[in-house]
């Protein structure tokens, strides 16, 4: 059972409009959420996270929104540059879990176009 | 290069020989994560460690799999008898204080294929 969800496996958005990822999860236990950004052959990068506590979160073209109720995220990006082209994923966590490790969706493969 | 650094970066094995992967973390980190990454699905958490304590293990874990890190600073993860399901990208990562949502840093991982 996925406890986090990205739907969509692949967008394709024009160079300088905006990104929006979206994620899905089902455990209400999550209290923090975290994008993490992936190149062919690298490991994840971290991008933005944001606090259950909180609805919104912003950093630099980066802004993840919250929607505790509809238990839904979204990373939006503005405006998108090529070198955005990656796969994100979207990932939460329980900090009063025993394990501390991160749930991840299956991740958005993000394809920016010229 | 002060990021998380992972040795091989790739294997390719036999079915039913034992693999050996190493993780070197960022020196100041104590905490170092196990994730396993398939083709398709976003990576999932094996193991962690605080120091040289091993303090969680996934399910995903089968006796087969071991995991050290026997001076809290570099880990191993062992696989014994490997099958072909055990086919991946093993990734490690590692953390400074263990703050919920604090960020993990990825090493760039070791590909597994067993023939």
């Known amino acids: 059972d996925q406890q986090v969800k990205q739907n969509s496996p692949s967008l394709s958005v024009q160079e300088g409009r905006i990104s929006i990822l979206n994620c899905d999860y089902t455990?209400?236990?999550?209290?923090?959420f975290l994008w993490y950004k992936k190149y062919p052959a690298e490991g994840p990068t971290f991008l933005i996270s944001i606090s259950s506590i909180k609805d919104k979160n912003e950093d630099g073209r980066f802004t993840v929104f919250l929607n505790k109720s509809a238990k839904h995220l979204s990373l939006h990006i503005v405006p998108s540059q090529p070198g955005d082209s990656a796969v994100y994923f979207c990932a939460a966590v329980y900090s009063g879990g025993g394990a501390d490790g991160l749930t991840f969706g299956k991740g958005t493969h993000l394809i920016i176009q010229p | 290069d002060t990021g998380v650094s992972q040795n091989p970066r790739h294997k390719i094995t036999k079915r039913g020989q034992n693999v050996t992967f190493r993780c070197d973390p960022i020196?100041?980190?104590?905490?170092l994560y196990w994730y396993r990454q398939t083709l398709g699905q976003g990576p999932e958490f094996l193991t962690y460690f605080q120091n040289e304590a091993q303090l969680e293990k996934s399910r995903l874990l089968s006796d087969r799999f071991s995991a050290e890190r026997p001076k809290g600073s570099f880990s191993t993860l062992e696989i014994q008898r490997t099958e072909q399901g055990d086919s991946a990208m093993y990734l490690c990562?590692?953390?400074?204080?263990?703050?919920?949502?604090?960020?993990?840093?990825f090493g760039s991982g070791t590909q597994l294929s067993v023939l």
């Open positions: 020196s100041e980190h104590n905490r």
């Open positions: 990562a590692s953390s400074n204080t263990g703050i919920p949502g604090e960020k993990l840093f």
């Open positions: 455990n209400s236990m999550f209290d923090y």
